[in-house]
């Protein structure tokens, strides 16, 4: 079982990746995967698949660390490659077995949509990879700040948005151990029927937010201790500011989706 | 000890301060208070006796109902006035107030040690360089400058409280409130934060202190004893302390020199050096030997065994190295170490919830390692997590307790006699029917308690059963846990308070995720482990400390005393039995 | 109570900060944590509905964010069913699940709770949770005849062809989990923010 989970598995190294300004990081990334669905080519996908791995190589991740966290994903984009496969009888006709029948265009449709994403994973995995979740936040509260104009909670999502991040593990390690406990009740998650599991949850759903509750109380009484009152009289220890090289990666992002358009 | 440099305004002061909560609960009742700068003000009471509604209000962070409220040369709040509550004066005040609370983890709100420090500065609007020096100084003063940048879930209990304080520090505060800073501390976190405490003090900073720990009063310049929401007593440590039977009354105890001064019959004081010197003097010592606990029975049928056990949650670090350990049948085990040394992590093994990486663990005959026999035993360990009152989840207390029962699959009247037994033992027979989130602090634990005692298991697990509880409700506590033992239950308890392993049969020591001793108390603490012990981060009980000290003073080997009738035992001389000083030991009843 | 704030939400009292327009740090908190658990739920307590189809797991967080909808209102209850999925962006299921996921517990929970807020009792939560259900699951094969042939490449056609057989079960396993244990864990939760 993941027991100690960390969101911001943040890698720590000194790379052009690692200093670009967090607002830019995020709306590339963002940029990234959703043309990742324009993908309909070979050409375009070895393009794609050429950034995003240039990406991490610019970036110092070892690929110790990238193949460890793209595992999990391998297994959806197995199935998912098999569903194309299976499922798409246009095309020449390459191997039939009863029901089964695959097909050029299955067999394209396998690999072009399921290693795409790959692409927008990597985009995705590299914020959190090279982005403190504090940078993190202090970008999400730039580019959320606009909301406040519509009567939005821009400013307070960005710090909720935050606040979880630093909470998940410690209440992961509460959930884990109240879990615990009901198992020794009898009365556990671990396995069983689903149906079993389903009672299982009351305990430990009801539990655990009891007692986020009060950790809530506290966690308030900690911002109010610390004058925290919104952020319009904040200051900033490390401000957020546009460098020249932060627009080069801009450039970079741009060009790369005109090229994809383009080979499209 | 207020320095005559400073203003004697007082930083804070309240004046006939009411404060009731929405569910009718008056936390405080006509306090009246006023602190002046530097002054080390402690306060005391039993648990929900108000005092972290004081700190609050004291913080500004709570309006009261009634009364005036002062807080740094502000009037932030007068009943009176039309609109009692001036929220731009609150502002402006809570600019100049800290607060650290008990529970570390609640108060650190970013992902990194140094950015945290940086929160406070950054919503007070400072400019970017001063947050930087602001950041360095505090880290160097709570000395944590090495984990600037390091993830605050990764440091131990104690280095997350010390990162807190320099949270509040960072922000320049005249006055600090430290509401039980050290309660879900080990022994060497506590002695860090009330080092911390102490240069502070020294630093002119105001300090207000909470805490349910009596010797840690005694540095303070004032003590205020709190009783459903009132001022019960004031004074000096000293005066304070002297109302025994009140003190007693009020679900507090003396400190440790005062109450052995009063069974040595010597004149009362609270100040271990005085009594040390006293004794040291000629007090009416003979020199003397304890007589041996005799150990557990060597019968050796052991009920929880285990043999080399390793585990690890990741690749990089054990969580457990090769520790063995075995539990005689009836038996009373304490384990104890400094946090992140691999107590909790035994204890799942242990309960049979997962399985050692390697080497085995044994219960009741079965080895762990097959899933089925796991689920089978665990029915029949009960096991207390830390902190259990976390645990309750259902509509009533009655349900809740039931629901180990029931999951055993007995009959309804099986489960209901259980139910009602377990209820009596913790003493809350009467509130079946009540929410257990309605109750208070220490009863919710005893609720969850009661839900494992009612599965009637004979090997109870408990991990830190004590913490976070005032002197009644550890005393309670015990005098439960003693009389379930007296029932042939066998007691794994994992524990942060020496005294409470000297009284158990067995000590485990753990450091490191290694078995660093184990033994009988006697064995484990004693002169020669001394400086292990300290290396491992933790103590020796009060009263062989103290007895090791009066050795140093040049009086006879007194033995091990583990517990303060040993000690006066051994203080006595034991020529003159008839007159020998034999007082009740709430604490130390040997058996 | 001699103190009067302006607001009487329940996040709210014997404060000493003005109410603004922003919320109050209790919200944030409250918020905050309650986001915590979803996305917990999501990682560490999902399990396979069905056994032997590993990939369709169920987890609990729409639970999580109807209980924020019921107590703090629908504005709490939106923001736990948008934020606390945030962090997919990088776990397995991507952006097609962090999408899929938030519409499906947005479409359950905003109805819920925007009814519940008008009867706010027992009854009121079984209806809210009744009709958040319906809504729901026809915002789910919506979703999924749009978002899915994008993301999978595949027609309207195949993934229409998968209704009957695959999401329709599916979802609404789920749903009806999600609304059946809202309610077992309804009281004793009121009992819990009772104080
Ligand atoms: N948020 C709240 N809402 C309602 N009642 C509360 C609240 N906080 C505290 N109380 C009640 O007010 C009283 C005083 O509580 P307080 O927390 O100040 O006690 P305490 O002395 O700090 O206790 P402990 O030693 O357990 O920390 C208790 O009866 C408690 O149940
Ligand atoms: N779920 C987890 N995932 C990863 N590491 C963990 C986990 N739980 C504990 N650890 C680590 O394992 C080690 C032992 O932890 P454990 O909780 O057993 O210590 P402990 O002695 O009980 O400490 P404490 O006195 O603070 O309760 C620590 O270094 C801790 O950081
Ligand atoms: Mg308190
Ligand atoms: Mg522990």
Known sequence: MALRITLGQYYAADSPIHRMDPRVKILGALAIMVTVFFIHTPWQLALGLAFSLGLVVVAHIPARSVIGAVRPVAFVLLLLGLFNLFTVRTGEVLWEWWAIVITTDGVRAAFLYSLRLLVGVLAGLLILLTTTPSRLTDAFDALLAPLSHIGLPGHELAMVFSLMLRFVPTLADEARAVSDAQTARGGGLGEGSPIKRVRALVPVVVALLASSLHHAEDLSRALDARCYVGSQSRSHWHPLRMRWSDWVAFACVAAYIALLLALG | MTSPANSNKPVASLSHVTLSYDSGNQALVDVSLSIRPGEHVCVLGANGSGKSTLASVVCGLLAPDEGQVFLAGEHVFDATRPAPVDYDAYGRARRNLGLVFQNPDDQIVTTVVEEDVAFGPENLGVPSRQIGVRVERELRRVAMTDYAKADPTRLSGGQKQRVAIAGALAMEPQLIVFDEPGSLLDVRGRSAIMRVMGRLHDDGITIVHITHFMEEALQADRVIVLEQGRIALEGTPVEVFSHTQQIRSLGLEEPFAARLSRKLGLPWTCDEDELLQRIARGGPVRGGRTQERGLATPSAEHVLEAIGVSYSYDQSRHALDEVSLAVDKGSSVAIVGQTGSGKSTLLRLLCALEEPDSGSVVVNGTNTRRKRDRRRLQGTIGYVMQHPERQLFAETVLSDVAFGPKNLGLSHDEVQRRCTHALELVGLAGLEDASPFELSGGRQRLCAIAGILAMEPSLLILDEPTAGLDPRGRRELRHILESIRERGVTIVQVTHNMEDAARADWVVVLDQARNLMEGAPSAVFCRQTARTLAQAGLGLPASLAFANRLEDAGLPPLGSPLTMSALVEALTAPEDAASRLVVVDDAGRRR | ?195
């Open chain 3, 1 to 195: 109570m001699a103190t009067k704030t302006s607001s009487t939400s329940r996040h709210d009292n014997h404060s000493t900060t003005a109410q603004g327009t922003g919320w109050s740090t209790k919200r944030i908190a409250i918020t905050a944590l309650f986001c915590a658990v979803a996305a917990i739920s999501t990682l560490f307590l999902e399990f396979p509905i069905l056994p032997g189809v590993p990939f369709l797991k169920y987890d609990p967080s729409a639970i999580v964010a109807l209980i924020a909808g019921f107590a703090f209102g629908p504005g709490t209850g939106a923001v736990v069913s948008t934020v606390s999925y945030l962090p997919h962006i990088a776990t397995s299921s991507g952006i097609y699940g962090m999408i899929m996921a938030i519409i499906a517990t947005l479409s359950l929970v905003l109805p819920a709770s925007l009814i519940y807020r008008k009867n706010t009792t027992f009854k009121g939560a079984l209806i809210g949770l009744g009709v958040g259900a319906v809504v729901c699951l026809a915002c789910c094969i919506l979703a999924n005849l749009v978002v899915t042939p994008i993301f999978l490449g595949s027609t309207v056609e195949d993934v229409a062809n998968m209704i009957v057989p695959a999401l329709l079960p599916f979802n609404v396993i789920k749903i009806a989990i999600n609304c059946i244990v809202t309610a077992l864990v309804y009281k004793p939760i009121t009992k819990a923010l009772g104080n």
